[in-house]
């Protein structure tokens, strides 16, 4: 049965303050990425043995490692032309470490996803397809042979941004240790509708999705409250019913209300549940 999460530095980087709104929602789930104003790649092992023991003591599962893995230019511009969450500014010739070092977490936290991107946005995307692919295909051999899954995120700062886009590289890496990270707002922020076709492109490599609402089909669209937007949720819902979805939904807000991330994330979780039961989309709590 699929299960409510969220990404925790939506609600707040003070993580214990984030558990607490978790707890308070009932979620269970959660995603980890900036944590006191550090990517949880970039961590120390003591704070790390402090995560764990929250996470422990408040009952709570890690679903996914969202590392920044990736997230740089695929050339030589050291200029970043996207959002890093907190994590620090590296080259092309460290991801392997950051890699390596996403692997270790998930490990230590037991999470079974580490998220990975597919570099800065270039002018022309498809000219550097092969390229990834390439780089995608590495690092899918290490995520297996460490035993987790590698999660591809459609992202639209970066060159594999919709369905489509993902969908070719999905299909050039046959490894099922990949698979996507799907999230129809990002595809809206390149100004593409990603429900139905960017969706049914990749609806059979899904591992994990991310929720939030785009204003508009526009290039850097704002975000607003899930189910105010103009993505179709409620038959995004149903369709993740019947293709038989049993992941984690982790709302990603992506927007403040009047500065303030939990109030968003409350009111992104109130428009979940209500659009899920719509689409009979049953959400387990475990409380």
């Not at 620090?88 to 998930?106: I, P």
């Not at 992202?155 to 369905?163: S, V, Y």
């Not at 070719?168 to 809206?188: K, M, Q, S, Y």
């Not at 403040?256 to 049953?282: H, M, N, P, S, Y």
Request: aromatic content about 6%; hydrophobic content about 40%.
């Amino acid at each position: 049965m699929p299960r409510l999460g969220v990404i925790t530095d939506e609600i707040t980087d003070d993580f214990d303050h984030a558990l607490a709104v978790c707890a308070a929602l009932e979620i269970r789930e959660i995603e980890l990425r900036s944590l006191w104003g550090k990517s949880i790649v970039d961590h120390d092992e003591t704070t790390v043995g402090r995560i764990a023991d929250a996470i422990d003591k408040g009952g709570f599962s890690v679903v996914a490692i969202a590392s920044p893995f990736l997230k740089c230019a695929i050339n030589d511009d050291p200029a970043s032309t996207g959002n890093t969450h907190s994590a620090k500014e590296t080259s092309r010739d460290e991801q392997w470490d950051v890699l390596d070092r996403s692997l270790t977490v998930a490990q230590r936290l037991n999470a079974p996803i580490v998220r990975t991107f597919s570099f800065w946005r270039v002018e022309n995307p498809e000219s550097v397809r092969d390229e990834i692919v390439e780089v995608l295909t590495e690092a899918t051999a290490r995520v297996n042979a460490a035993g987790k899954l590698l999660g591809l995120e459609n992202e639209h700062a970066c060159n594999i941004a919709t369905g489509a886009e993902s969908a070719w590289v999905l299909d050039r890496i046959p490894d099922r240790t990949l698979g996507l990270i799907w999230d129809p707002g990002n595809e809206a922020a390149l100004g593409s509708e990603p429900f139905p076709d960017g969706y049914n492109a990749v609806r059979d490599r899904i591992h994990h999705v991310h929720l939030k609402d785009a204003a508009s089909y526009m290039h850097n669209a704002a975000f607003t409250t899930i189910g105010e937007g103009v993505i179709p949720y409620e038959d995004q819902f149903r369709a993740l019913v019947a293709d038989g979805y049993d992941g984690v939904l982790s709302i990603e807000t992506h927007f403040k209300i009047e500065g303030d991330g939990e109030a968003a994330t409350r009111t992104c979780v109130a428009g979940v549940r209500r659009l899920a039961e719509q689409a009979g989309l049953a959400l387990d709590t475990r409380a």
